[in-house]
């Protein structure tokens, strides 16, 4: 068992920045492969970025490409998501999740086993 606990959201102008952080505890962290999704009212979970067990992977969706950075510390069980440039589209509840399927299914949420409560990131415009 994994616990997952998202923090770092809030209300910020467009073209500020968040970074989100989702601190894990249980079972080794390290063996997990890590991913964001969000979710906005009356929308489907999409993908946002996912990152390997060891950090030397990362895919992004391409709506984030050049603006969010996955990152993670396995040391301190803890998996970022640094935001920039956001724009009022980003607004929506985010997620951090655990996988251990392949990455060609990362976009999917049903690839995930564990899963945080979800974080609210507000951007005005």
Known sequence: QVQLVE???GLVQAGGSLRLSCAASGRTFSGYAMG????APGKEREFVSAITWSGGGTYYTD???GRFTI???NAKGTVYL??????PE???VYYCAATVAEARVWIRPDAYVYWGQGTQVTVSS
């Open 90 to 92: 980003d607004t929506a």
């Open 63 to 65: 709506s984030v490409k």
């Open 82 to 87: 640094q935001m920039n440039s956001l724009k």
């Open 36 to 39: 964001w999704f969000r979710q």
């Open 7 to 9: 923090s770092g959201g």
């Open 71 to 73: 990152s993670r510390d």
